[in-house]
């Protein structure tokens, strides 16, 4: 098992920053990837970006590429999501994942944190 468990969310203003944080626990060698996804009211989850612990490589969505930066601490097994310029479209809920492989379907990630919302106002 995979303990995923996200904070950090909160009311930001457009054009402002915040930065979400992911803490794993449990088996986590037992899953090479791990991502942060995002839901708003009435459309699917989709990918924002995700990492592999190991090689460190990390890979983002078009819409968020430039803006946000996704950073890990492998000792602490921490994910961190500093999201900048923040748009009202970036309004979600923010899930941390965890799964195989680093890709951007939502059937690959196994586990997932109660996720946590964050809101951008104009």
């Known amino acids: 098992q995979v303990q995923l468990v996200e904070s950090g969310g909160g009311l930001v203003q457009a054009g402002g920053s915040l930065k979400l944080a992911c803490a794993a626990s449990?088996?986590?060698?037992?899953?090479?990837?791990a991502a942060w996804f995002r839901q708003a009211p009435g459309q699917e989850r989709e990918f924002v970006a995700g990492?592999?612990?190991?090689?460190?490589?990390?890979i983002y969505a078009d819409s968020v590429k430039g803006r946000f930066i996704l950073s890990k601490d492998n000792t602490k097994k921490t994910l961190a999501l500093q999201m900048n310029s923040l748009e009202r479209d970036d309004t979600a809920v923010y899930y941390c994942?965890?799964?195989?492989?680093?890709?951007?379907?939502?059937?690959?990630?196994?586990?997932w944190g109660q996720g946590t919302q964050v809101t951008v106002s104009s």
């Open positions: 994942a965890a799964g195989r492989l680093l890709v951007e379907r939502t059937s690959n990630y196994d586990y």
């Open positions: 449990g088996r986590t060698f037992t899953r090479d990837a």
């Open positions: 990492v592999l612990w190991n090689s460190g490589r990390t």
